[in-house]
């Protein structure tokens, strides 16, 4: 019996092992890119929202004031989001998980427009955004995107221009790690379904098969 156990514990392993190749999703190429100043008078970011066509949304971060004011260089801007779809901009750290509910449930503070003060960045120090966009035709009045692209970009602050570093967008996974392009994979239920019944049927004919050659030797 414990024999068995371990059995059906390994086939349930394998079961969830190919699982996991199985939902993963993709890098979208250049899903996320520096669009320079075009957005004036901010240093803009765009994202892609539909990777199908490549279609864009973004944002910008429009340079706003020195704190304190003997400061050499700008250190405060104002967050400023593209109207359409839209993207949904938190602050984030390397290797930190980027996954809906982690945005929409967990301590990760949102960028909004409405900070008077602007957000400080200092100079020459470099950061992480996170990113949550949708493959959508219309930004979604609750906020969440029914079919989510989730990323990351680096940014810096050097002498009052904010430049670009690094970044990654994923599509069809459950999220991605902060300054890396690992995707974090999701599962699909009905694979499970079938992988964890087809682990469960081939572990119980193996011991049914074990159960019969007991008895035809024990008489």
Known sequence: MRFFHKQLAAGLCLSFATLQLCAQGYIVPSGVTYAGTYHLPGFSISVVRDPTNGVTTGFSLDPFAKEPTSNSFTNSFIFDPIV?????VFFASRNQAITTNALLSGPMTELKPSSSSGYIFQDNVPFYLALYTGNMNYAPPSG????????WVQLVNNQGAIQMLGGALE???AGIYAGTQNIINVPEPGSAGLLVA??????WGWRRRIAANYATHSR
Do not use: E, I, T, W
């Open 171 to 173: 599509y069809k996974g």
């Open 84 to 88: 359409d779809v839209g993207v949904r």
């Open 198 to 203: 087809g682990g469960l049927l081939g572990a």
């Open 144 to 151: 969440v995107y029914n079919d989510p692209l989730l990323g």
